[in-house]
């Protein structure tokens, strides 16, 4: 906070401005094959965890856990929590970096209350 009692430091985003990840989704042959991509590999992951526990192997991660509504909620729960988290701290981080003018230990901490 600044001697006036504003947030200096903080960069809300203007809601006309271009988005960050534009770029990623102006190109759609290059959106839907990464989806593609990552659909196929997600799905052979899941093939091959159902074929490893077929005969009794123990594979990366059991399927057993996601027949359990309180264990699939308890992880989209987190899995919200850690993407929200994420998303703030690069948003964040960003601007104070394009917008301020700051460097990475600035960006780490930035100036408060005058204090350099």
């Known amino acids: 906070m600044s001697s006036g009692g504003t947030i200096d430091w903080w960069c809300t985003p203007r809601f006309d401005s ?4 534009a770029s990623l989704l102006d190109n759609v042959w290059l959106t839907v094959a990464l989806l593609v991509v990552g659909a196929l590999v997600l799905g052979w ?3 091959s965890a159902r074929a490893k526990e077929a ?3 123990e594979p990366l991660l059991s399927l057993r856990l996601f027949h359990h509504r309180t264990s699939d909620l308890g992880l989209v729960t987190q899995n919200i929590q850690w993407l929200l988290l994420m998303g703030v701290s690069f948003t964040v981080a960003a601007c104070l970096q394009v917008v301020r003018g700051y460097d990475a230990v600035q960006t780490e901490f930035p100036p408060r209350c005058g204090v350099a």
């Open 45 to 47: 992951f899941f093939r």
């Open 55 to 57: 005969p009794g192997q």
């Open 18 to 21: 271009p988005s960050v990840f």
